[in-house]
């Protein structure tokens, strides 16, 4: 398989796409954005319009895996992220004339291009890992998996730190233009890495009746997978409106620069890379139950913390260093208990079918609630402030609904798994996590079968 190149040349082509692409996404789709919205005045309802983009269009990135068997897998990829790299030309272009005046038409706009980058990116989302599931032989694939992803976490590591530095010692806008830019460049240099891999043999074709036909059998017969959706939906009430009402609460509420949020967000990010070193293997002996309750024990003391220094009662800096840390152990905990815990309960023939479906539901549902969080912030917001009583409330909401998910629990068994969706490192990945489903059912399609799905969710 590996032809006339060596193995060592997939490695580094897609070590290369791996460092690249985090720049790509990056910036444009987290706290960078949100503080370039912010400063063009954006209100928290179109910040989190921005936020419910990426879930809302999962279903789009399930949806294209079926195009996989037609176009294959690098003019699927190619195409996909080609228009998405230009697409970045549009909040580009906005950065660079706002430094003259900021216009009504510039936010709008620049919300539309986050659709078509998010679109762009969903349809292309889930066929970079079944391709080098194809290139790489299988028994080296925990070996790539790994370094593409601490390599992929390093990237986002410096992609944060680069952002403060930029805010630090640059003008504001010019800050805006050269992150931008190097978004675009991260996304050239994808690009140009993915080109250079060979494309391999196409996967079978599926149905989408197959899909539909199977899909409800899923959602409405008991088990832990109907279980663990229910709390999955439960669960994402609040947390994909986080990111964006917590940027805003510390450039409005707390007034922090913005290269302070982009070093607490890093602190952030280096935490759940240690804490995930270290307890990465623990889930095999432990089991995801413990871990789950870690991440929901520390959200919940993370929205005490923002509702202290909401009342005052914590100075900001005391008080962001400490919900950078407990975010952080709540990161690593969860993603690690998520795929342990997603693995237990399905069966290797139903697998793909289950975890599309989780993607497409959970995602869908993820998509919405920030919208809904955005129209209650906006009720009674003023320009540049804050509605402080919806922050506090969303703070309260959230912190609730994990401690109510410590209690759903209860029947969860905390037996290890030996089976395992993907790495144990993919951790350090959210967005590849989040697609973690499409990612199987390109990779387990010649395990899809018609076979009943068996909610006790037993080993085969």
Known sequence: MSGTRPLSSYYRWGLAFGFCNTFAWMIPLQHAMLL????????????????????????????????????????????AWGIRTLVMAIPLTIASMASSGVEPWMIPTVLGGLFLFCLTRAGGGGVWIPWMCELIPAEEHGRYFTRDTY???????????????????????????????VATAGGAGAIYSLLQLPDPPRPPRRSLREFFAEAPKLCLTPGPFRSYLGLLLWLNIGSPAYTACTTFFQKRVLDLSRQDILLFSALGNLAAICLGVVLRHRADRLGPKPFFL???????????????????????????????????????????????????????????????????????????????????????????????????????????????????????????????????????????????????????????????????????
């Open 36 to 79: 370039f919205l912010e400063r063009m005045g954006a209100t928290q309802q179109q910040a989190n319009y921005s936020s419910s983009y990426l879930q809302l269009l999962l279903p789009v990135q399930v949806l294209a895996t079926f195009f996989l068997p037609r176009t294959g897998y690098k003019r699927l990829l190619a195409w």
């Open 294 to 460: 870690i991440s929901f024990g520390t959200l919940v003391t993370a929205c005490c913390v923002w509702l202290a220094v909401s009342w005052h009662m914590l100075p900001p800096l005391v008080a962001m260093t400490l919900i950078s840390l407990l975010v952080g152990i709540n990161g690593s905990c969860w993603v690690i208990a998520h795929l342990k815990y997603l693995s237990a309960i399905t069966t290797s023939a139903n697998r793909a079918l289950a975890m599309t479906l989780h993607t497409a539901v959970v995602g869908l549902w993820a998509g919405l609630t920030p919208v809904f969080w955005g129209w209650a912030f906006g009720y009674g917001e003023t320009a540049g402030a804050m509605n402080m009583t919806v922050a506090r409330t969303f703070f309260i909401v959230h912190g609730c609904i994990h401690l109510t998910a410590c209690w759903l629990l209860r029947d969860v068994k905390s037996s290890p798994s030996d089976d395992q969706i993907l790495a144990p490192e993919m951790w350090l990945r959210p967005f590849r996590t989040a697609s973690a489903a499409v990612v199987v059912v390109a990779v387990k399609a010649r395990e899809l079968t018609r076979a009943p799905f068996r909610s006790g969710g037993k080993k085969d």
């Open 151 to 181: 390599v992929s976490a390093s990237a986002a590591l410096l992609c944060q730190l680069l952002s403060a530095a930029c805010f630090k010692w640059l003008g504001e806008w010019t800050a805006f233009v050269v992150l931008l830019g």
